[in-house]
């Protein structure tokens, strides 16, 4: 029914064509290993680098012992994926890496964990249709659901609404593998990812809105010639592909993306399937850097025996209930 609502709106399902698709349930469940095994080291990192008082005098006091829940869910879910693996009989899961994360302070850290668990959600949601599976369909919708709370509570951290979409977006393997890449420095024999990227994209400024007009460049101008092609920018966003045309090294963010993360590629066709893509993705952001909420105190605990008197009175009675 979704799918005839979007096509009736004149959007389109966004195209995946993923390498993971026609893979076995081994392979992709090892792709979701390799992307679990760098948020883990990320938040480990983060909070052997940063301790309660740096959080606090950057201004979260009180932040670091609920970041240290995200970062054993990412530990939990990587004794996941592995033990199943291994059950499933792959001998040797994939292993951690060694990363090298772009930021400096808890300010940046916040602002690249916004990134990192808004990938990892498209990454999940793009895999997940091609899990034969369905126990580990439900597995993968576990986690999925998890990590999109992750990024819901970074987002607000960091003055964004929680949930500035009523769709997530879906990225090809090739997509989530080309934002990652940059992060792995080694790793050891069949860890690292194996899913060819595409030639990466770099934009001044990832907070453009509608409208505006953004310049995305090849991070390496030789790696493909983009003379050979009518060349479009493909945005995917939400469920939607939309496109504007690349002239000139420019294009224009079209009308219908909004807040929330959206995916640019530059294509050749109007289609983002993998097999039309050229460079990308880049990453742009459209929200409003402007959500603030006061949150009342806790009060005290009340004396046990209230409490108790609270909950019983609050409590349908067995007579009731039954």
Not at 139 to 162: D, K, M
């Amino acid at each position: 029914m979704k799918r005839d609502i979007i096509a009736r709106q004149g959007k389109s399902l966004v195209k995946r064509n993923s390498v993971t698709q026609g893979a076995d349930d081994a392979t992709i469940l090892q792709f979701a290993l390799i992307l679990e095994h760098l948020e883990d080291v990320f938040y480990s990192e983060a909070l052997s680098k940063f301790d309660e008082q740096a959080f606090a005098d950057a201004g979260y006091a009180g932040l670091y012992p609920v970041l240290q829940q995200v970062a054993a869910d990412e530990a939990s879910h990587v004794e996941f994926l592995t033990t199943a693996l291994k059950a499933a009989g792959v001998s040797s899961p994939p292993q951690r890496c060694q990363y090298s994360f772009p930021y400096e302070d808890v300010s940046g850290f916040l602002g690249l964990s916004q990134v990192i668990e808004n990938v990892g959600v498209s990454a999940y949601l793009g895999a997940a249709g091609d899990i034969a599976d369905p126990g580990y369909v439900t597995v993968a919708g576990s986690i999925l659901t998890v990590e999109a709370r992750h990024n819901a509570f970074i987002r607000f951290l960091n003055n964004y609404t929680p949930f500035p979409t009523p769709y997530d977006t879906p990225q090809s393997a090739s997509n989530v593998v080309g934002i990652v890449s940059p992060f792995f420095t080694s790793c050891p024999e069949g860890s690292a990812p194996t899913i060819p990227a595409f030639p990466a994209l770099t934009l001044a400024s990832s907070a453009v809105k509608a409208g505006e007009t953004i310049k995305p460049t090849l991070a390496n101008s030789s790696s493909v010639d983009l003379s050979q092609y009518q060349v479009y920018c493909g945005f995917a966003y939400q469920l939607g592909a939309y496109f504007s045309e690349y002239n000139n090294g420019e294009c224009t963010v079209p009308e219908e993306i909004g807040q929330g993360q959206a995916y640019v590629t530059l294509t050749r066709w109007t289609d983002l399937a993998d097999k039309w893509t050229l460079a990308g993705p880049a990453i742009i952001d459209g929200s409003a850097q402007n959500v603030t909420v006061s949150i009342p105190t806790i009060a005290a605990a009340a004396p046990a025996a209230s409490s108790s008197a609270a909950a019983s009175s609050a409590a349908p009675s067995a007579s009731a209930s039954a």
